[in-house]
Every structure is written in structure tokens, then in C-alpha cells.
């Protein structure tokens, strides 16, 4: 690879470490996902991809980077519409589709899901709110109506979660496993 080459694959990975710590460490001590910090790392992941693809980086696609952060707000937004996440989350999800494109998005998702189901599940555990929270579930899907019903008029605070974290956690998981797959480490 030239210089130009590994300049712009280290600014687009180094720019994901720190959007993740970032992130996952403002969610956790703030409960919030800072605008400042998605929207320099999506235009990050514009740049280097536009830079990359120019140089010939590996990985570095216009279109993928486009792709990933349409995708990945949809998806994410999606949830957001359904107000079972944050706008941070979408902005968060859109900032890392924008940095790796859409295919490591993807993977990245399994991983993320993966994440934030032990986080939910250690956050209901903690707060002793695991069984109440099961119960709801069963009410949902049999009777979403009646369970809306229940929640307005309970009065106790929803349990949040700070997916934040979760997402930095399976983003880092599915970069560690693309890269275990690219030196061939499985042979």
C-alpha cells in the first residue's frame, strides 16, 4: 500500500475507535450520544471514502459509505420510529455504516443486537425489574394494546438502556472478526 493508502485506512479506523469509545462512554456516563461527535465521523467517513476510493485504499468505496449511512439510519430509524431507541442511536449507527459501508454494517448489526441483548438483559437483572420486564414482553406480543394501557398508568420510570455501548461493543467484535478473517487466521 502507498503512504496516501494507509494515511486514509488509519484516519477511517482510528476516527470508528474514537467515535465508539466516545460514544459508549458519553452514553454511559450522560445518557447521551453527542451530535458533534456523529456528524464529524459520518463526514469522516465521507472523506475517506472519497479520498480512498481516489487512492485506491482497500475498503474505501463512495458508494458503500453512502450505502452504509442510508442503511444504517433507516434500520436504525426504523426503531427510532417505533420510539424503541434514541435519535443518538440512529445518528451513531449512520456515523458507523458511513465509516465502514454497508457489507461490514451489516455484520456489525448481528453483533450489535447480540451486545445489546446481554446489556438490556444485565440492566433488567440489576434493577430487579427482569421479571416484570419478561411478563411485559409475553403481554406485548399477545396484547400490545392492554400492555400500553398498563404502562401509562404505572408511573414508574421506562428501564433505559444505553445502546450506545452495546453498539460500540458488537462494532468492535465485528471489526476484530473481519480482521481475524482477512490475515486468514481460521487456516
Do not use: H
Not at 27 to 54: E, F, P, R, S
Not at 83 to 89: K, L, Q, S, V, Y
Not at 157 to 178: K, R
Amino acid at each position: 500500500m502507498t503512504t496516501a493508502q494507509i494515511s486514509i485506512v488509519f484516519a477511517r479506523e482510528t476516527g470508528l475507535f474514537v467515535l465508539l469509545v466516545a460514544a459508549a462512554f458519553t452514553d454511559i456516563a450522560y445518557g447521551k450520544v453527542y451530535n458533534w461527535l456523529t456528524y464529524a465521523a459520518i463526514v469522516l467517513g465521507i472523506v475517506c471514502a472519497i479520498g480512498g476510493q481516489a487512492a485506491g485504499a482497500p475498503g474505501s468505496s463512495v458508494a458503500g459509505s453512502l450505502t452504509g449511512l442510508a442503511a444504517a439510519g433507516a434500520i436504525f430509524g426504523f426503531f427510532f420510529l417505533r420510539n424503541w431507541m434514541g435519535p443518538a442511536d440512529v445518528k451513531l449507527a449512520a456515523a458507523i455504516g458511513a465509516l465502514k459501508g454497508l457489507g461490514f454494517f451489516l455484520w456489525a448489526l448481528i453483533y450489535i443486537t447480540l451486545a445489546g441483548f446481554m446489556l438490556a438483559l444485565i440492566v433488567l437483572i440489576w434493577q430487579g425489574r427482569f421479571l416484570e420486564s419478561l411478563r411485559n414482553s409475553v403481554v406485548f406480543f399477545f396484547r400490545p394494546g392492554r400492555l400500553t394501557r398498563k404502562l401509562e398508568t404505572d408511573g414508574r420510570p421506562p428501564v433505559l438502556i444505553p445502546y450506545g455501548a452495546a453498539m460500540a461493543v458488537g462494532t468492535i467484535c465485528a471489526w476484530f472478526i473481519e480482521l481475524y478473517m482477512q490475515q486468514g487466521w481460521m487456516r
